[in-house]
């Protein structure tokens, strides 16, 4: 780790997380209506404006997929996911959920599956009864699935294992709920 020195006027959104740029070799993330990268090279950070509603965007939620030179975020508040070709500094939109609420942040969880799908994972309160949406980040499709286990409507965090295509995710029910207020739920999908 690198102590940049003082924040320059121009550069917002640091703290947030990203990805990695493996063709360039660079941090790059999207905050506040801007794509950013880091290069650590040089510490400079670069900022280059994009336009998406004035929603939070997830930046913790992002990927880079080398194939397409994209990197992508999913705005969970809209329910749209993005992609951001850098090469060519464009901004397009690779699907739309139909899940809007204000700060859906709060009720779901984004996990990225093969580097061309993500999983969203909304609360049942908010994504109703098909509150799984599949994302084919190659042509934008999206399956809606309801999968989740008896008793339980949310889910907190999870990982994906490419090699047995299997999301582990853990979750429970209501916070009120302590007989399965924090459980494993171990869910198979083949991609």
């Not at 924040?7 to 063709?23: L, M, P």
């Not at 070799?25 to 510490?43: C, E, G, I, M, Y």
């Amino acid at each position: 780790f690198t102590d940049r020195g003082a924040k320059a006027g121009a550069v917002y959104g640091e703290g947030f997380a990203g990805s990695w740029d493996t063709t360039r070799d660079r941090l790059v993330w999207v905050h506040n209506q801007a794509f950013n990268s880091l290069n650590p090279a040089t510490n400079a950070v670069t900022r280059i404006g994009i336009s998406v509603t004035s929603h939070r965007i997830e930046t913790a939620d992002t990927w880079y997929d080398k194939d397409t030179d994209e990197l992508y975020f999913v705005q969970l508040a809209t329910g749209k996911v993005y992609g951001y070709q850098i090469g060519k500094h464009a901004l397009r939109q690779v699907a739309a959920t139909g899940v809007t609420a204000d700060n859906a942040s709060s009720y779901a969880v984004v996990y990225l599956t093969d580097t061309k799908h993500c999983l969203i994972v909304y609360d049942q309160s908010v994504g109703g009864g098909q509150s799984w949406k599949l994302v084919s980040l190659t042509t934008g499709a999206v399956q809606h699935l309801n999968r989740f286990a008896p008793g339980c409507t949310h889910y907190n965090t999870g990982v994906y294992h490419p090699p047995t295509k299997t999301i582990v995710l853990t979750g429970g029910s209501s916070y009120g709920n302590f007989t399965n207020g924090a459980a494993f739920h171990h869910y198979k999908w083949n991609l």
